[in-house]
């Protein structure tokens, strides 16, 4: 059945993409001349993912990100937290700025997304927290959660690939976004010791006259062929195929929750109702509490829900 929401999804974004592509140009024409929004900077880069056990396997490809200022930009994409919300979440007071690969011609696609949250101690600010929400493909499920930028290690909350189990933990951590930005992710398994890393590498470049929707053309399409091509490579390997654990374990996120304790005692996400809104999209998370890291679960869309 999933197989043929796959083939379904991929089949209706195809008709989407081409009918929004070809606006595009009528768009871009008649579109206002005026600079992009000074809120919003503008990353290329590469990411690198490398599996070291039970097989070898790595590859990278170039991406395209948009940082945006969500204290002054009304243009940010509208399926993430506001600056309020963040700043709740992190316990900060200062600006709040939010990595990720804006949505393209009707499709979004958007492994990580990170929100740098800072506090602000006279007439400075310093980088306090991170928000990383992580969402996996097909299902587009998502998990939010708070670590600490220098490092951090946080039990694994999330099936974000059929060929990694649900034991182990995510170090994480990330530099402030100035010119040039890093993301570094590693696992940390029980059986295969540090088998996965996967890392971020972007530059700053110019955008007072590049035009964003250009800029981000096809960029969430590139990255998700990028997945399923690297799927079908492993399977090829013969490496082993885990159904998500939605189905043969549904205390998957309990379970990682009790594993998180152990691993750390970092602030927590903030009750659900000191931030919840109506009008945005916090509404459709599941709020799941622990004396840890506190994660934020939003259940599969559809089709898969």
Sequence with gaps: MELLYLLFSIFSTTLTTLALSLFLPFRLLFSSRAAPPSSVSLYQGTVWHQRRRPVHHSFNYSVRYALYELNHDSHSPSDHFSADEARTIAKTNGPVFLLTIPPSVGYEQNPLSIYYCYD??????????????????????????????????????????????????????????????????????????????????????????????????????????????????????????????????????????????????????????????????????????????????RDAKWPWC
């Design 120 to 297: 602000i101690e006279g007439s400075s600010k310093s980088l306090k927290k991170c928000i990383a929400e992580v969402t996996n493909t097909p299902w587009g499920e998502r998990v939010s959660f708070l670590f600490d930028p220098n490092v951090d290690v946080v039990a694994k909350p999330l099936h974000v690939s059929p060929f990694m189990d649900m034991h182990g933990s995510w170090k994480i951590k990330t530099s402030e976004p100035e010119d040039n930005l890093l993301v570094e992710i590693s696992v940390q398994h029980p059986k295969l010791g540090n088998y996965f890393s996967a890392s971020l590498v972007a530059r700053r470049v110019p955008s007072s006259a590049t035009d964003h929707a250009l800029f981000f053309w096809l960029m969430p399409h590139k990255v998700a062929l990028w997945i399923y091509w690297h799927a079908l490579k492993l399977w090829w390997k013969k490496v082993q195929f885990i159904q998500h654990p939605r189905y043969s374990n549904p205390a998957y996120k309990e379970e990682a929750m009790a594993r998180d304790i152990k691993l750390s005692s970092c602030t927590a996400f903030a009750s659900d109702s000191q931030y919840k809104s109506e009008a945005n999209p916090v509404t459709e998370l599941k709020d799941r509490s622990a004396e840890g890291h506190l994660f934020k679960w």
